[in-house]
């Protein structure tokens, strides 16, 4: 199935949202150099979730409710599935998510998965955090990280 991609600007800067034709599958601020075997196509459901993701960036939506296409390993399923359900303004270490997933081990693991996650925002790999609380890894920079956990903490 062909891949649907558009790009959008935010005041975070530019976000790619990818549609497979199941659901959203990729939601990036990656390089459109990135998305070359890509069909460049606003489908309804990019559309959508552009407008859902305005909403966030105002403050003014704390869930997102558009069908997601997740396709990862066993492992990353379960860990994306729990960032799923840290709450919006909250955060959790990588430890807390091992634990909820009963691996409690599998702090790397999770962080590995974490940082795989292609649904950024909506998927929230932002709120996860170190031990100690401390703003650590995040594909998209540090930066984006802190500004995605200050927005929520204004919004909460």
Not at 70 to 79: D, L, P
Request: charged share 30%.
């Amino acid at each position: 199935m062909d891949k649907k991609i558009w790009r959008y600007s935010y005041d975070i800067g530019e976000i790619s949202i990818t549609d497979d034709g199941i659901g959203i599958s990729e939601v990036s601020f990656k390089n459109k150099d990135c998305f070359n075997d890509y069909i460049e196509e606003e489908t309804a459901l990019i559309l959508e979730t552009s407008k859902q993701l305005r909403e966030y960036f105002k403050g003014k939506r704390k869930n997102f409710d558009v069908p997601l296409s997740m396709k990862g390993t066993e492992f990353q399923n379960k860990v994306w599935d729990a960032l799923k359900l840290i709450p919006y303004g909250k955060t959790q270490t990588y430890k807390e998510i091992a634990e909820k997933i009963n691996s409690p081990k599998a702090c790397r693991a999770v962080g590995l998965a974490n940082n795989k996650n292609p649904i950024c925002i909506i998927i929230p790999c932002h709120r996860v955090v170190g031990s100690n609380n401390s703003l650590v890894g995040y594909a998209f920079g540090l930066h984006v990280k802190k500004y995605l956990l200050d927005l929520e903490k204004r919004n909460i």
